[in-house]
């Protein structure tokens, strides 16, 4: 039997844009990626903690240390710029793959998008 348990969490950052005007996905630092250890394209839930909106979407990575959350397409209806999100991703394991797996979990600075 597979679970699909926590993979990753960028816990709490800002978002920086919201693109109407695109094809849908998240645009997400680079440099946050690689900590959380998200891949361009991976499949992520959005959690706005301003409105309690989630959706799922798939990432694209941006520049590396430039901060940039922008949720792109349909999901930018979802949230405004300013608002705190939640991003988080999660594997498909057996069960006792599952009992000894620990997610990586990232908490970046919310006024800066960046690891301090």
């Not at 978002?15 to 998200?38: F, H, P, Q, R």
């Not at 839930?45 to 520049?63: D, F, H, K, P, S």
């Amino acid at each position: 039997m597979q679970i699909e348990v926590l993979k990753s969490k960028i816990h709490r950052v800002t978002v920086t844009g919201a693109e109407l005007d695109y094809i849908g996905s998240i645009t997400i630092d680079k440099t946050l990626m690689d900590a959380a250890n998200i891949l361009a394209g991976e499949k992520v839930q959005v959690v706005n903690v301003n409105n309690g909106e989630r959706l799922e979407t798939y990432v694209i990575e941006g520049a590396a240390n430039s901060g940039e959350i922008t949720l792109n397409g349909p999901a930018a209806r979802k949230v405004q710029k300013g608002d705190v999100v939640i991003i988080i991703s999660y594997a498909s394991m057996n069960i006792d793959d599952a009992k000894s797996f620990s997610p990586t979990l990232i908490f970046p600075n919310t006024a800066t998008n960046t690891l301090d």
